[in-house]
């Protein structure tokens, strides 16, 4: 019961962090908490990128929790592994049938282990593809938040007509943003729906096979000083085996995987309740010997892990050869204050926390065309949204620091591109007709208007004013791509020091200013 209450609370505590990632930000709750507990997505950023990142200290304490208590991470906190139980019970009810499971799938997450670390080791991270927190949270800012914000507007339509005749009148007039995401952000909630699914096989069958951060504590928790012990009293014939959600407990019901033991103490509860009271959880002691490992264990095969890491190193290897020349042809316009790419792209967990947080949406997973390593990392689509320049939200909510931490003046000066007038699309330089949205939209007056040798003005852009913010890209009149585009070029990349000073170095300003003279000119 205890157990229920601690998971229940953690998943609110999740669901309420999700909730809390949006503008404007309130600091009162470490958002990004749960990004941070999850050791394998630190780690793996910072053996990546050979630099201590952000959240590495609360991971390294999980570590050294876990190599005292065991897998208290898998069995009390993490909120996929809560989602599961509640999931399988409802596919398998309270008393399931018994599953016979070869002990060689539980080897399988450590390979999938060893292949992420070879691929981290030659410098690709990979790990977010299936740590289980960047996961869940994915799925939950690009499914769960947007259908839950489109049911209640649903539900508020047909409320409207009471609220307006009966109150709060208020809530007639509310409705709620609906984030929009491309098709790939859907990919994640099918994902979510094989990991439920799953439990048709077997209970928590992502845990059990597949979680490569449940095998990283697993090689943690075998040294666990609390452990389950079982005592003379066992008379094997009980169902602690059976109702074991992870396969912990060996044929002879006395034996233990300590690294598959969730410490979730079903197999205590289900032993007290037929009277037995034959296990308990606590330090190993003369008195009360540790439960030893199952004699059947024969551990996983060495050629496994070799062949896991081989080929993790050989992804690894192709990905940051970029045979294509994808680095060089990168169109993506990363959020301010990101890191220089190829740290970025090291350091980015793939959370989706700074997209979940984005106040114009303009943040967006990248697609494939970024390259295999580029992949749902956050990029601009200016076309859906510029980048407001009054919010500074996705380094605040970064786990990892893959973007930084800025003050607003620090954000405003972190240039991130600069936008490009498509003359053959653009009806002033194409048809001669009249039209100045963009330099309407533009806070830094970075667009100018210019005579020609027939005095007909046409549109500029001043590099040493754009920010890239790209509210030109998105209010600009033209059907389909935009006539004035925002590409990386000039952006600044700084892992330290300030975008002020290197904007006075190259004798920019971005100092926001009022309509100007030329936008009237022109009429
Ligand atoms: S095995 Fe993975 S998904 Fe399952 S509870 Fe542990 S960390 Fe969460
Ligand atoms: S850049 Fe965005 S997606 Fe990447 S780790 Fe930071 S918050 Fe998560």
Same mark, same amino acid.
């Given at each position: 019961?205890?157990?229920?209450?601690? $998971?229940?609370?953690?998943?609110?505590?999740?669901?309420?962090?999700?909730?809390?990632?949006?503008?404007?930000?309130?600091?009162?709750?470490?958002?990004?908490?749960?990004?941070?507990?999850?050791?394998?997505?630190?780690?793996?950023?910072?053996?990546?990128?050979? =630099?201590?990142?952000?959240?590495?200290?609360?991971?390294?304490?999980?570590?050294?929790?876990?190599?005292?208590?065991?897998?208290?991470?898998?069995?009390?906190?993490?909120?996929?592994?809560?989602?599961?139980?509640?999931?399988?019970?409802?596919?398998?009810?309270?008393?399931?049938?018994?599953?016979?499971?070869?002990?060689?799938?539980?080897?399988?997450?450590?390979?999938?282990?060893?292949?992420?670390?070879?691929?981290?080791?030659?410098?690709?991270?990979?790990?977010?593809?299936?740590?289980?927190?960047?996961?869940?949270?994915?799925?939950?800012?690009?499914?769960?938040?947007?259908?839950? =914000?489109?049911?209640?507007?649903?539900?508020?339509?047909?409320?409207?007509?009471?609220?307006?005749?009966?109150?709060?009148?208020?809530?007639?007039?509310?409705?709620?943003?609906?984030?929009?995401?491309?098709?790939?952000?859907?990919?994640?909630?099918?994902?979510?729906?094989?990991?439920?699914?799953?439990?048709?096989?077997?209970?928590?069958?992502?845990?059990?096979?597949?979680?490569?951060?449940?095998?990283?504590?697993?090689?943690?928790?075998?040294?666990?000083?609390?452990?389950?012990?079982?005592?003379?009293?066992?008379? $094997?014939?009980?169902?602690?085996?059976?109702?074991?959600?992870?396969?912990?407990?060996?044929?002879?019901?006395?034996?233990?995987?300590?690294?598959?033991?969730?410490?979730?103490?079903?197999?205590?509860?289900?032993?007290?309740?037929?009277?037995?009271?034959?296990?308990?959880?606590?330090?190993?002691?003369?008195?009360?010997?540790?439960?030893? $490992?199952?004699?059947?264990?024969?551990?996983?095969?060495?050629?496994?892990?070799?062949?896991?890491?081989?080929?993790?190193?050989?992804?690894?290897?192709?990905?940051?050869?970029?045979?294509?020349?994808?680095?060089?042809?990168?169109?993506?316009?990363?959020?301010p204050g990101?890191?220089?790419?190829?740290?970025?792209?090291?350091?980015?967990?793939?959370?989706?926390?700074?997209?979940?947080?984005?106040?114009?949406?303009?943040?967006?997973?990248?697609?494939?065309?970024?390259?295999?390593?580029?992949?749902?990392?956050?990029?601009?689509?200016? !076309?859906?949204?510029?980048?407001?320049?009054?919010?500074?939200?996705?380094?605040?909510?970064?786990?990892?620091?893959?973007?930084r931490?800025l003050s607003?003046e620090q954000k405003r000066h972190a240039k991130?591109?600069?936008?490009?007038?498509?003359?053959?699309?653009?009806?002033?330089?194409?048809?001669?007709?009249?039209?100045?949205?963009?330099?309407?939209?533009?806070?830094?007056?970075?667009?100018?208007?210019?005579?020609?040798?027939?005095?007909?003005? !046409?549109?500029?852009?001043?590099?040493?004013?754009?920010n890239?913010?790209?509210?030109?890209?998105?209010?600009?009149?033209?059907?389909?791509?935009?006539?004035?585009?925002?590409?990386?070029?000039?952006?600044f990349?700084l892992?330290?020091g300030s975008y002020i000073e290197l904007a006075r170095?190259?004798?920019?300003?971005f100092?926001?200013?009022?309509?100007?003279?030329?936008?009237?000119?022109?009429?």
């Amino acid at each position: 019961m205890t157990r229920r209450a601690i $998971q229940a609370i953690c998943l609110a505590l999740f669901v309420y962090a999700i909730y809390l990632t949006h503008y404007p930000f309130t600091e009162y709750f470490p958002v990004d908490a749960f990004l941070k507990l999850d050791p394998l997505g630190p780690l793996s950023a910072a053996l990546v990128a050979r =630099a201590a990142v952000s959240g590495l200290g609360l991971a390294l304490l999980m570590l050294l929790l876990t190599a005292i208590f065991g897998r208290i991470f898998c069995g009390w906190i993490c909120p996929l592994g809560t989602l599961l139980d509640l999931s399988d019970r409802l596919i398998r009810g309270a008393k399931p049938r018994p599953v016979k499971v070869d002990q060689r799938w539980l080897w399988v997450k450590y390979v999938i282990l060893a292949f992420l670390l070879g691929a981290a080791a030659l410098g690709v991270n990979l790990g977010y593809l299936l740590d289980p927190i960047p996961l869940i949270t994915r799925v939950f800012t690009y499914a769960v938040a947007p259908m839950v =914000a489109g049911a209640s507007n649903v539900g508020l339509d047909l409320l409207r007509p009471v609220f307006e005749k009966t109150g709060p009148y208020w809530l007639a007039r509310t409705s709620i943003d609906v984030p929009r995401f491309g098709a790939g952000a859907a990919l994640w909630f099918l994902v979510f729906i094989g990991i439920v699914a799953g439990g048709l096989i077997m209970p928590r069958l992502w845990c059990r096979v597949l979680c490569p951060a449940g095998a990283l504590m697993g090689l943690f928790s075998r040294f666990s000083l609390i452990r389950r012990r079982v005592s003379d009293k066992c008379d $094997q014939e009980g169902d602690c085996a059976r109702r074991c959600p992870t396969m912990a407990i060996g044929k002879d019901r006395r034996t233990t995987r300590q690294a598959e033991c969730i410490a979730c103490q079903t197999c205590r509860d289900v032993c007290a309740k037929r009277g037995t009271d034959a296990v308990s959880f606590g330090v190993k002691s003369a008195a009360a010997p540790a439960s030893p $490992q199952p004699s059947e264990d024969r551990g996983v095969p060495r050629r496994s892990l070799i062949a896991g890491t081989g080929c993790g190193m050989a992804a690894g290897f192709l990905t940051a050869l970029d045979p294509m020349g994808l680095e060089r042809m990168r169109t993506a316009v990363r959020p301010p204050g990101a890191l220089p790419e190829r740290e970025f792209l090291r350091t980015c967990i793939r959370c989706g926390q700074c997209i979940k947080a984005c106040v114009t949406n303009t943040l967006q997973p990248s697609g494939l065309a970024d390259g295999l390593e580029g992949m749902f990392a956050p990029k601009h689509l200016m !076309r859906l949204g510029g980048c407001d320049q009054s919010c500074n939200l996705c380094g605040q909510v970064c786990p990892t620091g893959a973007i930084r931490p800025l003050s607003m003046e620090q954000k405003r000066h972190a240039k991130i591109g600069t936008a490009a007038i498509d003359r053959g699309r653009c009806i002033v330089w194409e048809e001669d007709r009249a039209c100045l949205i963009c330099d309407e939209a533009c806070p830094y007056d970075a667009i100018v208007f210019r005579a020609d040798e027939l005095g007909v003005r !046409r549109p500029y852009v001043v590099e040493q004013r754009c920010n890239g913010c790209g509210l030109c890209e998105q209010v600009c009149p033209i059907g389909g791509r935009s006539a004035i585009r925002v590409s990386p070029h000039g952006e600044f990349r700084l892992a330290k020091g300030s975008y002020i000073e290197l904007a006075r170095e190259r004798r920019m300003t971005f100092e926001p200013v009022g309509p100007t003279e030329d936008s009237f000119e022109y009429y």
